[in-house]
């Protein structure tokens, strides 16, 4: 098997020679260590995305908005990836984005997955019945992973999921409530003698 | 706290390479930090089973608390024009491997598949560290001829090499399919950086040990005697090595400066002590005199070095008149008065050497040092692209002082490029106006790259934020990282140019080495050198009442 350093050092090279300068082939070193860490298909889908592009080096993306499509072109997820992660405090307030035709998506989610640390909010992916929940860079939730490469994606929905509780208040009630069966009931004596500070705080 | 407000040294000053390649081992050391957290380990030689010429299989462990680290030696025969110190060589005198734990049998067999292969072979997440070495055939030979008429060896000719084993690389880190570092970060005993592969080296040499005792014995079972205690002990293991350990050092500036750092804070805060005990300055005194016998016995045939050796020696004859004359142990902020007169009246090799000795006495000061010198590199991978470019430029002026300075116009400034070799991996440096392949040169001119990204910058829009100047400017991504970094870790980077004419690139080495707590450095070029790990390390029995000055105990 090879190890994660392996294909983090190896991913980093083989994107400099398929025409992307060193700092974007670190972030995809990183990525597809990333991606492979968290069980996903990394290795694959970069192996044939560099083979794609090797001789026609894809068009960057200018500016990143509510809605993301170049005519009559694919968006490189690598690209749309940095971009996203490199302005995602500013792309917060949108809430939703999506990104038309884009080749390889599975190639975006680690640099969502970091923006998701960066911005504190867990963020959903969905494309091609796929779906990925990115938890702050610490784990990715998924649905119907293909460990094949998928070429393409007609859209890429990314949702910004705002930070609440998965859980209901009555739960919440009853879980608390039982959590209070390891205090001890305070006697006047204990209310004197056990906590640190005075009866009355005037003098 | 010091009423003198004595502050961390200016690393402008101290990431020079002539600076960084004068360093010297300290009690902040590797190999050091590994005696001391290993001491109590209880050692083993689990398996030895080699033919009478010295060939097989042997296995050596430490365990602790049911955790166990097993070193596995393969030693094999090698037609001698087969040997060699280079990367490039494919055979080796013997291969070693670090396994998580003891190994079963069928271990054994897959790693004597693999191991002697090196680089070709495949390790698995279950192994730590790989190496190999070669004898020093002369010394070798000598010892074991010795050794089986029954004679000690002939202790002025093990002075001239010092060891009997040199190695060649030792990997780790998820190389070849070792263990990721991240599998086994968290366990307390290897906190210090390099510590397993501290470890592979010293079981090494007490292979080395055993299989000369061994050969001797089988080359003549009635008059061969084992190799004296004494001997073995001021024998250490010699390693060589080339440009592989440079860009190690530019492609990690956190851990870069957290070694940096924390040898700084050790020096600030000893030169904060308002008042020096006498047993302390004793204490000093005396390891700076044994140490003398480290440089007295450093033999190189290298010009470069014999200039630094030479200067040292000057230069610490100039140090114990200083001491002998000025230095009373009354004088308040004793340690301070002392650095400050080497800073003004000594080249940087003594420099450095007194740094060095000035921990000796510090335990309390350099104990809760060690387990800092290890780094979470990617919590600060991620650029902040919201920041403004004025931002980045200030970093750049404040940071990056002499580097913005060099004029890159000049032919001199850029005169070498690195590269990755393709038919081993490794990294070369070459004259990039002579030789082939400066297209493909590794992002390690960095000081190259950050005076042109600060060029940029000054025709950039100061309001702009850091991702709008990437979007047009991802050349210099990699640099633009490497700021926001030296932002936060001063002792990150080196102040120098890595790609100019007059570079040094065992300057680079030698910093690694130094905190490795490699002795002798003799280059060979100046780009490969070869140095002594362990000379004078307690023997694997003598662990557990050693005494961490035991580096100064070496009489070769």
């Known amino acids: ?203 | 706290m010091s009423k003198l407000n004595i502050k961390l040294r200016d690393p402008n000053e101290v990431m020079k390479l002539s600076r960084l390649g004068s360093f010297h081992q300290s009690k902040l050391s590797f190999l050091r930090s590994f005696i001391r957290e290993f001491k109590d380990w209880e050692y083993k030689r689990n398996i030895f089973e080699l033919d009478k010429d010295g060939y097989g299989v042997a296995v050596y462990s430490f365990e602790k608390n049911k955790r166990n680290y097993s070193l596995i030696c393969f030693a094999q025969y090698i037609n001698p024009n087969e040997r060699s110190d280079r990367v490039i060589a494919t055979k080796w005198d013997a291969a070693f491997v670090l396994h998580d734990g003891m190994p079963t049998r069928k271990d054994i067999n897959r790693l004597k598949e693999n191991v002697p292969k090196q680089e070709i072979g495949r390790m698995s997440y279950k192994e730590l560290t790989l190496s190999r070495a070669n004898k020093s055939v002369r010394i070798f030979d000598h010892v074991v001829n010795s050794l089986s008429s029954g004679n000690q060896p002939d202790k002025n000719l093990l002075s001239k090499v010092g060891y009997l084993y040199r190695t060649t690389a030792v990997y780790g880190s998820g190389k070849f399919g070792l263990a990721d570092r991240f599998r086994i970060k968290n366990r307390k005993e290897i906190y210090g950086p390099f510590r397993l592969e501290m470890m592979l080296v010293y079981l090494v040499r007490q292979f080395t040990f055993d299989q000369v005792n061994h050969i001797a014995k089988f080359k003549n079972p009635d008059k061969a005697i084992k190799l004296d205690e004494n001997i073995a002990r001021n024998l250490g293991i010699g390693n060589s090595t080339g440009l592989g350990m440079a860009p190690f050092i530019v492609n990690h500036p956190t851990l870069l400066h957290k070694w940096i750092y924390n040898r700084e804070k050790a020096l600030k805060d000893i030169r904060s002590i308002e008042t020096v005990n006498s047993d302390e300055f004793i204490f000093f005194k005396n390891c700076l005199a044994k140490s003398r016998s480290i440089i007295d016995t450093w033999l190189t045939d290298s010009q470069y070095q014999n200039k630094k050796i030479n200067s040292l020696k000057s230069d610490l004859i100039e140090f114990d008149k200083f001491i002998e004359k000025d230095c009373l142990i009354k004088t308040k902020y004793l340690w301070n008065t002392i650095y400050l007169w080497v800073e003004k009246n000594l080249k940087e090799e003594c420099i450095e050497y007194i740094v060095s000795m000035m921990m000796e006495p510090y335990d309390k000061i350099i104990d809760p040092l060690i387990g800092n010198m290890s780094s979470e590199e990617e919590l600060y991978f991620s650029i902040p692209g919201h920041r403004k470019i004025s931002v980045l430029k200030t970093i750049l002026e404040k940071k990056y002082q002499p580097i913005i300075k060099i004029n890159f116009k000049e032919k001199n400034s850029t005169s070498n490029f690195w590269f990755i070799s393709k038919n081993k991996e490794e990294p070369r440096v070459a004259n990039r106006y002579e030789e082939h392949g400066a297209e493909l040169e590794q992002p390690l001119a960095i000081a190259r790259d950050i005076k042109r990204l600060y060029e940029r910058i000054l025709k950039t829009n100061q309001s702009e934020t850091v991702a709008d100047f990437l979007l047009n400017n991802d050349d210099l991504r990699h640099v633009v990282r490497r700021a926001f970094i030296a932002d936060q870790f001063p002792y990150s980077e080196i102040q120098d140019n890595t790609i100019g004419a007059s570079l040094m690139p065992i300057d680079m080495l030698r910093l690694k080495l130094s905190f490795f707590g490699a002795v002798k450095f003799d280059p060979k070029s100046d780009k490969w050198l070869r140095i002594n790990m362990y000379q004078g390390a307690p023997l694997s029995h003598e662990l557990k009442n050693s005494d961490d000055t035991w580096i100064y105990n070496s009489l070769n």
């Open chain 1, 1 to 203: 098997m090879m190890s994660f350093s392996e294909i983090e050092t190896t991913a980093k090279r083989a994107s400099k020679a398929a025409g992307f300068s060193w700092g974007i082939a670190e972030e995809i070193g990183k990525s597809t260590r990333s991606l492979e860490l968290f069980g996903l298909p990394g290795i694959i889908n970069l192996n044939h995305y560099l083979k794609k592009i090797k001789k026609k080096h894809p068009t960057k993306i200018i500016k990143i908005e509510k809605e993301n499509k170049t005519e009559g072109k694919e968006l490189c997820p690598i690209y749309s990836g940095i971009t996203f992660l490199d302005r995602c405090l500013e792309l917060e307030k949108l809430k939703s984005l999506k990104f038309y035709n884009v080749s390889y998506p599975l190639l975006m989610l680690p640099f969502i997955s970091r923006a998701s640390e960066v911005m504190s909010k867990k963020i959903l992916i969905q494309y091609n019945n796929s779906s990925f929940l990115l938890n702050f860079d610490k784990s990715i939730f998924s649905k119907n992973i293909d460990k094949q490469a998928q070429p393409q994606a007609n859209i890429v929905d990314i949702e910004f999921i705002e930070n609440k509780n998965s859980f209901s208040k009555q739960d919440w009630k009853e879980l608390y409530k039982l959590s209070e069966e390891t205090f001890v009931e305070e006697s006047d004596s204990l209310k004197a003698t056990a906590a640190g500070a005075g009866l009355t705080d005037n003098d």
